[in-house]
């Protein structure tokens, strides 16, 4: 189901109002939240964005009313002991759908077309020259290769949320190698096309690897029924040669 917005009345402020009046920019903030960091709270949401959980609550029902989120378990260290587990919040399929480009079908319908003319191959050649072209734009952006790992990490999670995948760098979790972090994508704008074609996926775990010059091993995925995409990239790990390394071979030789 697609979300879409119901907008009312302006406020005196600039600002809308969406179903029962409720406030279009915390609307879309609380969406926004959930797709970076969910599982979150209605607590967590209301520290967040200044508010109570009461006002918190007002969205998070009508969100889930219009089938945008759902609900997880909360994982607490050592357990929440006796009464009523939180509950705390995600966003379902429909609510990343609703954040989508509204040319994702027009992109997945070109794809199709280009896989039943030119075969399949054509659709993985096509995903290698869209994700070398982002690949250089990140590599631009990230900081000298042969430093901190988890520094070149925290800023590839930032050109990716500026790109609009919701990118953060979170702790490794139980069962994890120690040495490393996770890389996680609450929001895919091309979550369509990567649900049809999962080469998309596949190369863009090839680039992380190529970026940060380490190996590394996607776990889960948006289009294989998770919440969030996850990356564990180890920080100390034998390196890679990086993307601008390979471009530029004589710049990682030895003399």
């Known amino acids: 189901m697609l979300i879409t917005h119901r907008r009312g009345s302006e406020g005196t402020d600039g600002s809308t109002h969406g179903p029962n009046?409720?406030?279009t920019r915390t609307w879309d903030r609380v969406q926004q939240l959930l797709a970076a960091d969910g599982p979150l709270t209605a607590a967590d949401l209301?520290?967040?964005l200044g508010l109570t959980p009461a006002a918190v609550r007002r969205h998070l029902d009508l969100l889930a009313e219009q089938g945008a989120i759902e609900e997880r378990e909360v994982a607490t260290a050592g357990g929440r002991g006796r009464g009523r587990p939180a509950r705390a919040y995600v966003l379902s399929e429909a609510g990343h759908a609703g954040m989508s480009s509204d040319y994702a079908d027009v992109a997945t319908s070109a794809l199709r077309f280009l896989a039943e003319h030119a075969g399949a191959d054509a659709v993985g050649e096509f995903a290698r020259e869209r994700s070398a072209q982002l690949e250089a734009r990140?590599?631009?952006?990230l900081p000298p290769t042969g430093g901190d790992v988890r520094a070149r990490a925290q800023a590839l999670a930032s050109v990716l949320s500026a790109d609009g995948f919701a990118a953060s760098i979170r702790s490794a979790e139980e069962g994890l190698p120690v040495a490393s972090v996770q890389l996680c994508?609450?929001?895919c704008p091309v979550l369509h096309v990567?649900?049809?074609f999962p080469?998309?996926?596949?190369?863009e775990t090839e680039v992380f690897s190529r970026l940060l010059g380490v190996p590394v091993e996607r776990q889960t995925t948006l289009v294989?029924?998770?919440?969030?995409?996850?990356?564990?990239?180890?920080v100390n790990a034998l390196a890679m040669p990086?993307?601008?390394e390979m471009n530029n071979p004589s710049e990682g030789s030895i003399a």
């Open 21 to 23: 009046g409720v406030e």
């Open 224 to 234: 294989g029924g998770e919440h969030v995409c996850t990356t564990v990239i180890p």
């Open 46 to 48: 209301a520290s967040r």
């Open 138 to 141: 990140y590599a631009a952006q």
């Open 199 to 203: 080469v998309f996926c596949d190369v």
């Open 194 to 196: 990567a649900a049809e």
């Open 242 to 244: 990086t993307t601008s």
């Open 185 to 187: 994508q609450g929001h």
